[in-house]
Protein backbone atom coordinates (compact mmCIF):
# COMPACT_ATOMS: atom_id res chain seq x y z
CA UNK A 1 0.00 0.00 0.00
CA UNK A 2 1.64 3.60 -1.00
CA UNK A 3 1.19 6.63 -2.84
CA UNK A 4 0.28 6.35 -6.23
CA UNK A 5 3.32 8.78 -7.24
CA UNK A 6 5.59 6.67 -5.86
CA UNK A 7 5.03 4.29 -8.57
CA UNK A 8 7.07 6.25 -10.77
CA UNK A 9 9.95 4.74 -8.76
CA UNK A 10 8.87 1.10 -8.78
CA UNK A 11 7.09 1.41 -12.72
CA UNK A 12 10.37 3.57 -13.85
CA UNK A 13 10.26 2.12 -17.33
CA UNK A 14 6.19 1.82 -17.01
CA UNK A 15 5.73 4.17 -20.61
CA UNK A 16 8.56 0.87 -22.30
CA UNK A 17 6.51 -1.30 -20.98
CA UNK A 18 3.38 0.10 -21.78
CA UNK A 19 4.15 0.88 -24.98
CA UNK A 20 5.70 -2.61 -25.88
CA UNK A 21 3.09 -4.43 -24.47
CA UNK A 22 0.46 -2.07 -26.73
CA UNK A 23 2.15 -2.93 -29.99
CA UNK A 24 2.02 -6.92 -28.78
CA UNK A 25 -1.70 -6.88 -28.62
CA UNK A 26 -2.21 -5.58 -25.36
CA UNK A 27 -5.64 -3.19 -25.23
CA UNK A 28 -6.36 -2.20 -21.33
CA UNK A 29 -10.24 -1.00 -21.15
CA UNK A 30 -12.24 -0.35 -17.80
CA UNK A 31 -14.69 -2.15 -17.04
CA UNK A 32 -17.42 0.17 -17.71
CA UNK A 33 -16.52 0.97 -21.18
CA UNK A 34 -15.86 -3.40 -22.41
CA UNK A 35 -18.38 -3.73 -24.53
CA UNK A 36 -19.15 -7.37 -23.69
CA UNK A 37 -20.08 -8.52 -19.96
CA UNK A 38 -17.05 -9.50 -18.76
CA UNK A 39 -17.77 -10.59 -15.35
CA UNK A 40 -19.88 -13.86 -17.09
CA UNK A 41 -16.50 -14.56 -19.32
CA UNK A 42 -14.94 -14.46 -16.03
CA UNK A 43 -16.57 -16.77 -14.11
CA UNK A 44 -17.72 -19.13 -17.24
CA UNK A 45 -13.20 -19.15 -17.16
CA UNK A 46 -13.45 -20.17 -13.77
CA UNK A 47 -15.94 -22.30 -13.95
CA UNK A 48 -14.02 -24.29 -16.65
CA UNK A 49 -10.96 -24.39 -14.48
CA UNK A 50 -9.20 -21.86 -17.12
CA UNK A 51 -8.75 -19.27 -14.42
CA UNK A 52 -8.47 -19.94 -10.53
CA UNK A 53 -11.28 -19.53 -8.01
CA UNK A 54 -8.97 -17.00 -6.41
CA UNK A 55 -8.82 -15.03 -9.55
CA UNK A 56 -13.10 -13.62 -8.50
CA UNK A 57 -11.40 -11.23 -5.64
CA UNK A 58 -13.44 -8.33 -5.48
CA UNK A 59 -15.97 -9.00 -8.66
CA UNK A 60 -18.95 -9.27 -6.34
CA UNK A 61 -17.86 -6.57 -4.09
CA UNK A 62 -19.99 -3.96 -3.62
CA UNK A 63 -16.93 -1.18 -3.39
CA UNK A 64 -16.39 -2.73 -7.10
CA UNK A 65 -14.98 0.11 -8.80
CA UNK A 66 -15.47 0.15 -12.81
CA UNK A 67 -13.91 2.84 -13.93
CA UNK A 68 -10.40 1.76 -12.66
CA UNK A 69 -11.45 -2.16 -12.75
CA UNK A 70 -9.50 -3.13 -16.10
CA UNK A 71 -10.56 -6.26 -18.76
CA UNK A 72 -7.03 -7.10 -20.18
CA UNK A 73 -7.78 -8.33 -23.81
CA UNK A 74 -5.75 -9.26 -27.20
CA UNK A 75 -6.29 -6.48 -30.00
CA UNK A 76 -10.07 -8.67 -31.15
CA UNK A 77 -11.24 -7.99 -27.74
CA UNK A 78 -10.62 -11.48 -26.32
CA UNK A 79 -10.02 -11.42 -22.82
CA UNK A 80 -6.58 -12.75 -21.23
CA UNK A 81 -6.57 -11.46 -17.80
CA UNK A 82 -8.51 -8.63 -15.59
CA UNK A 83 -7.86 -6.66 -13.12
CA UNK A 84 -10.38 -5.36 -10.29
CA UNK A 85 -9.98 -2.55 -8.27
CA UNK A 86 -12.05 -1.51 -5.37
CA UNK A 87 -12.74 1.81 -4.04
CA UNK A 88 -13.05 1.84 0.13
CA UNK A 89 -14.51 5.40 0.70
CA UNK A 90 -13.91 5.18 4.91
CA UNK A 91 -10.34 5.35 4.41
CA UNK A 92 -10.27 6.87 1.40
CA UNK A 93 -7.79 4.25 -0.79
CA UNK A 94 -8.70 1.81 -3.55
CA UNK A 95 -7.29 -1.94 -3.84
CA UNK A 96 -6.46 -4.09 -6.69
CA UNK A 97 -6.81 -7.30 -5.29
CA UNK A 98 -5.30 -10.35 -6.85
CA UNK A 99 -5.15 -9.38 -10.37
CA UNK A 100 -5.28 -12.80 -12.99
CA UNK A 101 -3.51 -13.27 -16.31
CA UNK A 102 -3.27 -16.49 -18.68
CA UNK A 103 -0.17 -18.12 -18.12
CA UNK A 104 0.66 -17.41 -21.81
CA UNK A 105 0.50 -13.78 -21.42
CA UNK A 106 2.51 -13.73 -17.28
CA UNK A 107 5.53 -13.57 -18.74
CA UNK A 108 4.98 -10.34 -21.22
CA UNK A 109 4.78 -8.88 -17.92
CA UNK A 110 1.02 -7.55 -19.02
CA UNK A 111 -0.18 -7.71 -15.44
CA UNK A 112 2.42 -5.63 -14.05
CA UNK A 113 1.76 -3.12 -16.92
CA UNK A 114 -2.13 -2.98 -16.06
CA UNK A 115 -1.35 -2.38 -12.85
CA UNK A 116 1.04 0.43 -13.74
CA UNK A 117 -1.80 1.92 -16.28
CA UNK A 118 -4.24 1.32 -12.83
CA UNK A 119 -1.63 3.59 -10.71
CA UNK A 120 -1.66 5.95 -13.46
CA UNK A 121 -5.58 6.36 -14.17
CA UNK A 122 -5.69 6.79 -10.25
CA UNK A 123 -2.77 9.38 -10.40
CA UNK A 124 -4.27 11.45 -12.99
CA UNK A 125 -7.88 11.42 -11.80
CA UNK A 126 -7.01 12.04 -7.72
CA UNK A 127 -2.98 13.09 -7.74
CA UNK A 128 0.12 11.81 -6.66
CA UNK A 129 -1.31 11.04 -2.91
CA UNK A 130 -4.05 8.82 -3.83
CA UNK A 131 -3.50 5.69 -1.67
CA UNK A 132 -3.42 2.36 -3.46
CA UNK A 133 -3.16 -1.39 -2.54
CA UNK A 134 -1.58 -3.70 -5.31
CA UNK A 135 -1.89 -7.56 -4.36
CA UNK A 136 -0.48 -10.33 -6.12
CA UNK A 137 -0.52 -14.20 -5.27
CA UNK A 138 2.52 -16.98 -5.09
CA UNK A 139 -0.27 -18.21 -7.51
CA UNK A 140 1.39 -15.72 -10.01
CA UNK A 141 4.41 -16.54 -9.03
CA UNK A 142 6.40 -13.22 -11.53
CA UNK A 143 4.31 -10.94 -10.60
CA UNK A 144 4.80 -12.15 -6.78
CA UNK A 145 8.65 -11.37 -7.11
CA UNK A 146 8.03 -8.07 -8.91
CA UNK A 147 5.88 -6.56 -6.39
CA UNK A 148 7.62 -7.54 -3.90
CA UNK A 149 10.87 -6.70 -4.86
CA UNK A 150 10.09 -3.25 -6.40
CA UNK A 151 7.06 -2.39 -4.39
CA UNK A 152 8.82 -3.26 -1.05
CA UNK A 153 11.05 -0.05 0.00
CA UNK A 154 8.31 2.15 -1.61
CA UNK A 155 5.69 1.19 0.61
CA UNK A 156 3.56 2.18 3.66
CA UNK A 157 2.80 -1.09 4.41
CA UNK A 158 3.70 -4.58 2.92
CA UNK A 159 3.26 -7.66 3.18
CA UNK A 160 5.92 -10.07 4.17
CA UNK A 161 4.23 -12.90 5.64
CA UNK A 162 5.28 -15.72 3.61
CA UNK A 163 9.06 -14.08 3.34
CA UNK A 164 9.07 -14.86 6.70
CA UNK A 165 7.71 -18.21 6.78
CA UNK A 166 10.09 -19.19 4.53
CA UNK A 167 13.10 -18.41 6.83
CA UNK A 168 11.57 -20.45 9.50
Request: proline share 4%.
Given at each position: ???????????????????????????????RDFPHDAKA????????????????????????????????????????????????????????????????????????????????????????????????????????????????????????????????
Amino acid sequence: MGQVGNTLEVFRDRDKLLARALRDGLALVSWRDFPHDAKAHILQEIAEGRAPEWSSAGLFSDTFDPDFSMVLTKGDNTIVGWVVCQFHAGVRRWSFPVGWIDSEYQKRGWLLVAYADGARRLGERFGPHAIAVFESTTGLPMMWRVLEGRFAPHAQVADRILRVDSQL
